[in-house]
């Protein structure tokens, strides 16, 4: 099967906004078994829309649209692919109910201009949207069949894994059921890891497992695609390798699935009983907000301070350290634990090299521990300019506190590490 992505609107095309939903989808084709052949994006304009339908229908056996579903006059997705399809648009009434009932469990009236995201080409196969007022639908152009998802990743993402792609599936002759397995991990790059798990996929009773990396600093998400006759199957197969997967990769996997670390982090706190309080530098704070994004957050979190002085961190907290130390990093910790009355302290301190524009500078990192049961100190430097040395030490400074939590080694040595 020829596969073509198609993507919408103005704000793709112009750079304004990456284009992360092709790449998410042409990775899960492929992942999958299924072949992209094209990726096309074009802008809201109604000729240039049709156009751009009627060649991917020329050349492909199914085409991926992506965006153009909203409310707004320039969302033009359901108008011109009734006029490709030489057919009408007409109201579905059962998923303007759901929009209506969306509004009224939020105590809003429903703006008269989404009544425009029910109207769909005559005859065309209805694909739910479980989260959101932009219903899909699949409807054949020129002997092609189009399948219209929204443009939120979010939703996208779910449609394409619970709808769309069993359709494709189904279509090409593909039998059975896929899972896609992911572990996180922090402090291994994508070729030490391949290193690592060289030889995994043998371990699959029959096969059909697929190995793969995404890097996207500072974590590395390696990627198990595995098809089955049955959800049976899957288990059966996938099994022993997710086994040598976290026996090889090892402390270095800090989260599975949709999990992320701070949610690990949070979890091992609330486990027991415990509870936070945070020193950053450099960072923006930066490390409070990914905790605060977790649901329930606010039970374990007690305090953040942000501050680039040290001077100013220091006397925020009652301490009159004058510089960054190991030193200056457990003495903040202390006092901030006596102050806010957390269980567990942690202090991210950083310092930048002089000329932290350039792409080989490099920055120190000091992280302070306390937790009832210890008090630890973390040195690091990290090199690549300051947004890189940004990412490294957040991600650290939670690791940090996840391995302390589970018990694991906090001075492992990380590859992209300079002592």
């Given at each position: ?21 092709y ?10 078994g299924?072949?992209?052949?094209w ?18 229908a ?8 992506n965006?153009?579903?909203?409310p707004?006059?320039?969302?033009l ?7 490709a399809?030489?057919?009408s648009?007409v ?25 425009k995201?029910?109207m ?8 739910d ?9 699949a ?5 092609t069949r ?5 443009g ?51 371990l ?8 793969g990396f ?5 974590e590395?998400?390696?990627?198990l695609?595995?098809?089955g006759?049955?959800q ?24 599975e699935?949709?999990?992320t670390l ?12 415990g509870?936070?309080?945070?020193a ?5 704070g ?9 649901e329930g ?6 305090r ?9 961190l220091a ?11 190991p030193?200056?990093?457990?003495e ?31 920055g120190?990192?000091?992280i ?8 630890i ?6 090199v ?14 939670l690791?940090n506190?996840r ?9 492992e040595?990380?590859?992209f590490?300079?002592?």
């Amino acid at each position: 099967m020829r596969i073509e992505i198609l993507c919408t609107g103005d704000e793709i095309l112009t750079g304004k906004t990456v284009n992360t939903n092709y790449s998410h989808i042409a990775q899960r084709l492929s992942e999958a078994g299924l072949e992209v052949y094209w990726g096309t994006t074009v802008g809201d304009d109604r000729v240039s829309l049709l156009t751009s339908f009627r060649q991917a229908a020329a050349r492909a056996d199914a085409v991926i649209v992506n965006g153009g579903l909203g409310p707004t006059v320039d969302d033009l997705s359901q108008e011109v692919a009734a006029e490709a399809a030489g057919v009408s648009l007409v109201l579905h009434e059962p998923w303007l109910a759901r929009m209506e009932a969306f509004y009224a469990r939020r105590n809003r009236p429903m703006p008269p201009n989404n009544r425009k995201q029910a109207m769909l080409p005559d005859g065309a196969e209805f694909i739910d949207n479980p989260i959101g007022t932009a219903c899909g639908f699949a409807v054949t152009i020129e002997g092609t069949r189009f399948y219209f998802t929204p443009g939120v990743p979010r939703e996208m993402r779910q449609m394409l894994e619970e709808q769309v792609l069993p359709r494709l599936l189904d279509n090409v002759g593909l039998q059975g059921v896929t899972r896609l397995k992911r572990f996180h991990s922090f402090g291994i790059g994508e070729s030490r890891a391949d290193e690592m798990l060289a030889g995994i996929k043998a371990l699959a009773p029959g096969g059909g497992v697929k190995l793969g990396f995404q890097a996207h600093y500072p974590e590395l998400e390696t990627k198990l695609a595995v098809r089955g006759a049955d959800q049976d199957e899957l288990d059966r197969k996938l099994a022993p390798i997710e086994t040598e997967v976290r026996r090889r990769l090892g402390n270095f996997i800090v989260a599975e699935d949709g999990q992320t670390l701070e949610a690990v982090v949070l979890g091992g706190l609330r486990a027991r009983g415990g509870s936070l309080a945070l020193a950053e530098t450099f960072t923006g704070g930066a490390i409070a907000s990914r905790l605060l994004q977790v649901e329930g957050a606010d039970e374990v979190f007690r305090r953040g301070l942000v501050s680039r002085d040290p001077t100013e961190l220091a006397a925020a907290v009652g301490t009159a350290a004058r510089e960054f130390s190991p030193a200056t990093a457990l003495e903040i910790c202390l006092a901030l634990q006596q102050q806010s009355g957390a269980t567990h302290t942690l202090a991210v301190l950083v310092t930048m090299e002089r000329g932290a524009e350039a792409a080989e500078a490099g920055g120190a990192i000091t992280i302070g521990l306390i937790s009832p049961e210890a008090r630890i100190v973390r040195e690091a430097r990290l090199v690549g300019g300051r947004e890189w040395v940004r990412l490294g030490a957040v991600e650290m400074g939670l690791d940090n506190l996840r391995r302390h939590l589970l018990g694991l080694p906090t001075d492992e040595r990380l590859d992209f590490e300079r002592r």
